[in-house]
């Protein structure tokens, strides 16, 4: 307990020096981002694994929409927050071909994508077949047909729900990517042969980054990946792992801070390689990590326990899901108050804790630069 206030009170000296700086820097222009291009797995995915394989269940989306609205939460994002403070529309998915409108952007993420392609089913393991390279490839049709059927419309109505071509330049591209990579590993490869591997992914993660940057892109906002050793689901069935003080696995948290170490590294790299572009990396590792070893000083309840989901005496019901155990029919219900918990349903986080991570990263605290909130996202520094 004494580390945590002592951690907690050393992120809120942070946080004042940094506010006390930035009273000092001349301020800089805002960004007026006219739309948002996003690539990722389930943590950012607004309909599109939804769409391609079937409408996620209740009571997803309860808190917010208020049915399932193809997010794997109770109700919004940390990319539908973005969108709410940069005051555009919440992102339509590209897989999705009913009720979507593309004027402000479109969302390429799916739940269960990885950077690399797994050679696996996601009816086998639930890893995507709509990998990184994938939903670029889905970018450049949508960019070129797009500009295609706007070029043309004869009226104003037929381009409405468009983007406008000269506008995908001056987009933010975000990406929030890699922990599927890191759970398939955990799986499959042995630690030696994943850590192995991160270098390529991190590789494959910067060379879509490049092709959009090729393709006229310029302002990148790019999430690391979570602690992923603190999901409760990959404590359900370790048993025996090492554990930190709050119980999260210790050798997968390491992995996936190697993870963002060489990511972090490569955008640096990529500042290099690729002039004029504004590259944000965003250390959300770091501010899941915070508020999960500071659960009651922000209200949340203990950061292992799952909102939406029935797991008691060795029986696992997931979200949403119907089973019968001794004959009775178990269903996975919600809690009755999402609000107060981390995880919504063992994997995902709640729409309070994507609130309350999104308002501690888009001001710029965990930003690499140093001090660049989402709103300056696009100037080069």
Not at 283 to 311: E, Q, R
Not at 329 to 339: F, N
Request: hydrophobic share 35%; aromatic share 10%; charged share 15%.
């Amino acid at each position: 307990m004494a580390c945590a206030r002592i951690l907690y009170v050393t992120v809120i000296l942070v946080s004042m020096a940094l506010n006390n700086v930035a009273r000092r820097i001349p301020s800089l222009p805002q960004c007026d981002f006219p739309a948002i291009y996003n690539f990722g797995d389930s943590n950012s995915d607004t309909g599109g694994i939804s769409a391609a394989f079937g409408r996620i269940p209740p009571p997803y989306g309860q808190s917010f929409f208020p049915r399932p609205a193809g997010r794997a939460s109770d109700g919004r994002l940390i990319i539908d927050f973005i969108a709410e403070h940069l005051r555009l529309p919440y992102l339509s998915p590209y897989l999705d071909s009913i009720g979507t409108n593309f004027r402000h952007g479109a969302n390429f993420a799916a739940g269960g994508s990885a950077v690399r392609r797994q050679n696996e089913t996601i009816f086998e393991s639930g890893i995507s077949p709509f990998s990184l390279d994938i939903q670029i490839v889905h970018f450049d049709q949508f960019k070129a047909r797009n500009t295609e059927i706007y070029h043309r419309a004869r009226n104003v109505s037929g381009r409405s729900q468009l983007p406008r071509p000269q506008e995908f330049s001056r987009a933010l591209y975000t990406f929030d990517i890699g922990q599927n990579d890191l759970i398939a590993g955990f799986r499959r490869l042995s630690t030696p042969r994943l850590r192995a591997a991160i270098p390529d992914i991190a590789n494959q993660l910067a060379a879509a980054v490049t092709h959009l940057y090729q393709q006229g892109g310029r302002a990148f906002w790019i999430h690391n990946t979570g602690p992923v050793g603190c999901l409760p689901a990959a404590t359900l069935y370790i048993r025996k792992a090492k554990t930190d003080k709050y119980g999260c696995n210790k050798g997968q948290n390491g992995m996936a801070l190697e993870f963002n170490r060489q990511l972090k590294a490569r955008v640096s790299k990529l500042r290099t390689e690729l002039p004029w572009a504004a590259l944000v990396y965003v250390d959300v590792y770091s501010a899941k990590y915070h508020l999960i070893s500071n659960t009651k000083t922000y209200g949340f309840t203990d950061p292992l326990k799952i909102c939406c989901g029935h797991h008691e005496s060795n029986i696992d019901v997931w979200c949403g899901q119907r089973t019968i155990v001794n004959g009775s029919e178990v269903i996975g219900v919600s809690c009755g108050s999402p609000d107060s918990y981390i995880s919504w349903d063992g994997i995902h986080y709640s729409q309070a804790a994507n609130q309350w991570i999104a308002n501690h990263i888009l001001n710029g605290t965990f930003s690499d630069p140093p001090l660049t909130p989402i709103t300056q996202a696009c100037l080069k520094r």
